[in-house]
């Protein structure tokens, strides 16, 4: 008899062209685990590109580490500065191509659902979530930068949409073949 697969890890990722946070837990069944979070600095690079290689070869060593069934993504937020903007958005878009490009599904979730998920408040503050984060999977040390609860957040969000791994109604796609398939109108 077949049995479907009780565990899974989830990478989170807060993507940023300064810092971008992570978090990675292990899901078994409703409990939760804390694997790793952290945070990986490119404040010190003034080349947007060099920023861009390093999100994607930092996110491809966090995937062949922790090999995770699922990446889950906070989505851009609504900005005034279009360039900043469209900075993150290319930051975002290089950790989900990490992925892809190892088969993993990716979904994206809204700062504010995010929120929402784990404090019950989606206008919360980030030190409100990373309370809220230590008393959930029962850790004491506060990281350097929050940026690294909030990348571990959006990995909680996602273990709480209980959102299966191999599809479902959400943005998943588990390679650019799956993309193209479901989005023949969108690509020329």
Excluded at 62 to 73: E, G, T, V
Excluded at 92 to 100: K, N, V
Excluded at 106 to 124: C, D, F, L, M, N
């Amino acid at each position: 008899m077949l049995t479907e697969k009780k565990e899974r890890i989830i990478l989170g990722v807060d993507p940023g062209t300064a810092i971008m946070g992570y978090g990675v837990i292990l899901e078994k069944g409703n409990k939760m685990e804390l694997l790793s979070m952290g945070v990986v600095r490119m404040d010190y690079l003034d080349d947007h590109f060099l920023k861009l290689q390093r999100i994607f070869e930092k996110t491809i060593g966090l995937i062949d580490s922790y090999k995770p069934d699922a990446l889950a993504i906070e989505a851009p937020f609504y900005g005034k500065n279009i360039q900043v903007m469209l900075k993150l958005g290319r930051a975002q878009g290089i950790a989900m191509a990490a992925a892809l490009s190892r088969n993993i599904p990716v979904t994206e979730y809204a700062p504010r659902k995010i929120k929402q998920s784990i404090t019950g408040k989606g206008t919360a503050s980030k030190e409100q979530v990373a309370a809220m984060l230590q008393r959930l999977l029962n850790f004491n040390e506060t990281p350097e930068f929050l940026d690294a609860t909030d990348g571990l957040a959006v990995a909680v969000c996602h273990s709480f949409q209980k959102i299966p791994t191999s599809g479902g109604r959400s943005k998943t796609y588990t390679g650019w073949e799956a993309f193209v398939s479901d989005n023949k109108k969108r690509v020329k």
